[in-house]
């Protein structure tokens, strides 16, 4: 096979009538050369068509992939569906059904197999004399490493990185003392693949002498603080040395970890991620397990075997005799988009006793989807991610987590965190509180809103802890603290990628912004080769750190990284799963290093030591489950960055607003802003994605919102006010004309009887509040209850409801088809946009004054690919628009202040007024202004209710009904479970 070859298929239309998961066609082909072969399948797929599938290629299967319809369309659809690595020969690959939809699961019109553009074609080599199956470590393991060496060298052999993949596979801690002590011999990238730097090719140089294992034994003798001893006269007798000296320094190197614990539990499974927060519906190879080591024998034992399935997430108890861990019973992947979760095989989560092994289960699946990352907490709770709030991500695509919380038997499960999409990734700070990932795009672009927060073990004072203003780092991930030192230690990473990237401290006290508190470790961020959603993935890669000093921690980390795919050392997602596997390692952060783990076949990761450790203290609860309200307090609006500009008596009011998630994916919305416009100062944090179930136009926001009322600001600038506890809440400053002054453009949740206190808008969390030589007006008054704004109070906010009424009143007479200012039509035609392009139609049946007004009105593109305009800000409504930048925006940036319309219609709307032209004056009250401004300063949504004004097929209405009856399903177990935990008397 010298290039792309079609394997044939009978008959014109393929493979058809495919009803049976036992069906499957298959194939043999042969390859004239060894390397990565990719598998394309090319099919069509009819309404009720589709499914789950996998390839297998020489029995090795590989992940499940989905069958979508494809629609209409007259071309096939191209899907490359897996890469195996092959020798010359002979070979067989087969299409297997894993899951047929309805009526059957394609039509597969073609297969091709062809070799991986750009990869490393090597010539057949026998490699047979490599000895895979050793320890890590231990007198066996050396000398089968040297034997393999010494007997390279004697064949020749053409291709060092096809004996790198091999060595690295058999012998990983070897190779990794040989990459550690080697001389540079080239640069990183010279030869992609596993001799990337050409050690070894320098090594298997023919007619060489022994310079270079001279050089290996004095880089070691360096180290180990003596002389270098004399070469011995051959090959074989100096690699001994070598790694005699090797073993030595290990012994050294880990003393500092002996000392902190005897023993260590990590987890193998597959790289996490496809992006890098979606991992509960993964599909991993077989083999996952979580594994002890003895650290005084380095005897490695399998501690627990998911029989097929994946574990993760091991937590070790405050004093080392338990452990928490998350467990799925099978490893197939699985499709949660615009679909419900299968009802078991979910991860869940279960406690072992770590001397007698005995296991329990601490969550059922009376609870939907997955249960991960738990976390023990001080006060005998366990916080945990799970799927059970029953939301999609709003960007697309899937279902995903929040953070909850039970005690320690799984009782009294409740929400803690009501956030947007995911968040994960909790763990104990030294102080007592909980530090996590959060994603928060609330009217602001998706790519960069990746920060950390933190939050007490109870769920209060939810606040950003790093980032949440910051466009680089893209993501911080695997967030951990440094004992004693008031930092953490972090991986700064990419977003549509596996977790993992570069490892960095954070130090909070030098600033929460940009780069102001971060030190990265090996690598200089100013050098970087890529950003956004592959920032920090070049070059070596690190996971899961857990630190067990300042200078010392338990790490995952692959040293060639992402030198294995490219010269240029990026990431390649395709390739990665294949080839780049993690080893454990413990690791000085002066780089120095040894090797703990490894396995050919999956990444070694999530340490940490099974020994007691410090328990933080408990800080006292105020929380109060009977309550239903909590309490905010802001010392003054005029304080703070984002406030700058806004003149001192004239915020009027706070508005409150409520965020409503999405349960479920049914159509989108696409928008992608001009990508010279994106990225770091830029006007916008994302080159644009989806917003999935829409609540508008591509530039809309993202979610559906609504009103819960307002508040009076006093004249010092303060307010005191209760906010409903365990909702999604947002702020506005309002000004004298009842328009946004400024806008949060994130979120906050409070706890049933919290009181939380902010000293401006938003001021640096690292401020104390105002000196102050009185009690604000706010502290002598009793906290205010919101004031109803007008008649929309508590409700979805929906356009279709509240804004083309008036439109209806007051303005169709003369802007209408047929009239004189039909040129801007503000009425209530329908306008379809249908499900022809898919994922990419909206499925909504919008007002074409909405339209309109956004300038979205006009379609692009022809037959089946026309679609709605995205929309836009113009001189009649300016808005932030959905995908804005991360970092603040001053004051008065966008919104109903700085509309044409509302100027026009607030001096009221004469017979000739620029493009708008009418017979006679138009005057509407100032509720109707209100509620056109607030439409506006919610970033133009256009329905409040996600199944409002759809145009859903009858599978569409099916699905969602189905997924609100299981979110309403979760909410009566919860409050089944609050209600025993205020019985109980709040435990």
Known sequence: MAGKTELKTEGKEGVSSWTQTSDFPSWTFTTDRAGEYAVTLAYTAEKKQGGRAVVVVNEKVSPEFSIAPTGKQKKDRLVTVAIANLKPGTHTVSVKARKIKDKSLMQ????????????????????????????????ESYIAWINAMVEARKRALRNPSYFGRDMWKAFPLMCDWFLQDNQIHGQWGDTPGFDSRKD???????????????????AV????????????????????????????????????????????????????????????????????????????????????????????DPEVSFDGKKMLFAWRKTNQGINSTGRILPETDNYKIYEMDLNTRKMRQLTTDET?????????????????????????????????????????????????????????????L??????????????????????????????????????????????????RSIPGTGKTISIAGGYHTTQGGKLVIIDPKKGLQKYQGLTFIGWDHKKKKTGGDSYGREGDQYVYPYPLSETGLLVGYSPIGCYLFNKEGRLDTKREHGMMRYKLYYMNLDGTREMLAADPVLSCGQAAPIAPRKKPAVRASSVDYSKDTGTLYVQNVYFGPSAEGIKPGTIKKIRVNELYYKPVTIGGACWGPPRDQVGVGKKYSSIGQHSITPVGVGTASFDAKGILGEVDV??????????????????????????????????TTLMPNEKFSCVGCHEDKNSAPLAMSKKTVAMTRRPQKLQAFHDVSGKPFSYAKMIQPIFNKHCVTCHAPGKKAEKIDLTDTIVADSNIMGSNATMRNFYKSYLTLLKADKWRGKGKKKRLETGMPNEWIDYYTRLLTVEQTPAYYAGSAKSGLLKMLKKGHPASSGHFKAGKDIRITQAELDKIAAWIDLNVPFIGEYDEMNNWSDEHKTLYKDKMAIRAKQEAIEAKNIKAYITDGQP
């Open 368 to 428: 939907y989807g997955a249960d991960t990352e738990p976390c023990y907490l001080p006060n005998g709770d366990i916080m945990f991610s799970s799927l059970r709030c029953v939301q999609e991500v709003t960007c697309g695509w899937g279902d995903c987590s929040n953070l909850f919380v039970m005690n320690k038997d799984g009782k009294y499960a409740r929400r803690l965190g009501f956030d947007q999409t995911q968040t994960a990734f909790p763990h104990l």
């Open 200 to 218: 070894f090719a320098t090594f298997l140089k023919k007619d060489r002498k022994l310079e270079l294992e001279s050089k290996l034994i004095a």
């Open 714 to 747: 006093h004249a010092d600038g303060s307010a005191m006010f209760e906010v409903p506890a365990r909702t999604p809440i947002y702020l506005q400053l309002i000004d004298e004309n009842g328009y946004v002054a400024q806008t949060m453009r994130s979120w």
């Open 221 to 312: 003798a360096k180290d180990l603080g003596i002389a270098a001893p004399s070469t011995p006269a051959t090959r074989t007798e100096a690699l001994k040395l070598y790694l005699k000296l090797c073993h030595k320094r290990r012994a050294i190197r880990l003393k500092p970890l002996r000392e902190k614990t005897n023993a260590i539990v990590y987890a193998k499974h597959m790289n996490m991620g496809t992006i890098y927060l979606a991992t509960e519906s993964q599909g991993s190879p077989k083999g996952s397990k979580l594994h002890t080591i003895d650290l005084d024998t380095e005897t490695d034992e399998v501690l627990f075997d998911s029989e097929n399935g994946i574990v993760r």
């Open 430 to 479: 030294d102080d007592g509180r909980i530090v996590y990932t959060r994603r928060d795009y609330n009217d602001r672009g998706q790519t960069y809103a990746h920060s950390l927060f933190v939050m007490n073990i109870d769920g209060t004072v939810q606040t950003e802890y790093y980032g949440n203003n910051t466009t680089e780092p893209t993501s911080l991930q695997h967030t």
């Open 108 to 139: 597969l019109k073609k297969v091709f197999i062809g070799p991986v553009k750009g990869a490393d074609f090597i010539a057949e080599e026998d490699l047979t004399f490599i000895k895979h199956g050793l320890p890590l470590s231990g007198k």
